[in-house]
């Protein structure tokens, strides 16, 4: 394509309309792809072009097309970019809002994941599935870990492991990252009211993540929305355990008073996984001392 190309790519990243709208009259904007595959409608669109995306629509670029690499679609690169006005536009302009790129991901599951709840209120609202789960699980880049996480993952932990490559739902991914807004906007529109107790590959609700990740808002928006304190994964952990291997002792704290308050506390902390490890034992993997509070939770509260 050379200079002509990246010019046409400058004109739509940076709003160009002008540039856009005479450049059609010498090529074919429509059929116009980048290096990577993307249209000039995926490069507006992750930029946040808002008018470069109406130019282009109007001048004909398909406003589903997929890109070569990861098969995303414009609406797609505005959701992962949190630009609201242009996932609004391409929703009002028809754009499908349950196609999915290559992993499973949805635009909406991207949105849940990176924390928008404006584009996650535009996409449930023109229709997005909640109830799809993506075959990557939590998947993302490795920006996006904890330094614990990192560290499982450079170790090949199996729960870490099992975090990331057994399916995941919106809500899985919004508990996972801690947006409590996310969460209960999911929530809110879950008609069913089967989404807090929905089970990836090895059974784990979002409940899990959160209590994985220690995000005590999220935590507390889906216990009190229904998740089940008791629940066990395939392998039997609950989320006590997934608390306890990751030392998030704040979170651990909150499920043992959830549990008195439902009168689970022996059950919940007597559980023990597939391979008999308790929640004490998988605390002491990570060197934090959460023995007292899980024999004498009542203890705690001196601390």
């Not at 996480?149 to 870490?160: A, K």
């Not at 879950?190 to 999220?218: E, I, Q, W």
Request: aromatic content about 4%; hydrophobic content about 40%; glycine content about 8%.
């Amino acid at each position: 394509m050379g200079i002509h190309g990246k010019d046409l790519v400058k004109f739509a990243e940076q709003g160009n309309v002008r540039g856009l709208i005479e450049s059609a009259e010498e090529c074919d904007l429509a059929e116009f792809r980048w290096k990577d595959g993307r249209s000039l409608l995926h490069l507006a669109s992750a930029a946040g072009q808002l008018q470069s995306c109406r130019a282009l629509i109007q001048i004909g670029v398909d406003i589903n097309a997929r890109e070569r690499q990861h098969l995303r679609t414009p609406l797609y690169e505005c959701a992962a970019a949190g630009h609201n006005d242009v996932v609004k536009e391409l929703l009002q302009s028809g754009a499908k809002v349950n196609l999915t790129k290559s992993g499973g991901w949805t635009a909406l599951m991207v949105a849940a994941s990176k924390g928008f709840p404006d584009v996650v209120e535009s996409l449930i609202s023109h229709r997005a599935r909640l109830d799809l789960f993506n075959s990557e699980g939590l998947g993302g880049s490795i920006a996006s870990f904890s330094k614990t996480e990192t560290n499982d993952l450079l170790h090949h932990r199996p729960r870490f492991v099992l975090h990331l490559h057994l399916g995941a739902s919106a809500l899985h991914l919004a508990a996972r990252n801690g947006n409590e807004h996310v969460v209960r906007l999911i929530l809110d529109h879950d008609a069913s009211h089967r989404l807090v107790m929905s089970v990836n590959r090895v059974g784990k609700t979002p409940l899990f993540h959160a209590c994985y990740r220690g995000n005590m808002k999220a935590v507390e928006v889906l216990i009190d929305s229904g998740s089940e304190l008791t629940h066990r994964d395939s392998g039997q952990s609950t989320i006590l355990h997934e608390a306890c291997s990751q030392g998030q002792s704040e979170v651990l704290e909150l499920l043992l008073t959830k549990a008195r308050q439902m009168e689970l506390t022996s059950e919940l902390t007597s559980a023990q996984d597939a391979i008999g490890k308790m929640c004490i034992r998988s605390s002491y993997q990570r060197k934090v001392v959460v023995r007292e509070q899980i024999v004498f939770p009542s203890m705690s509260s001196f601390r």
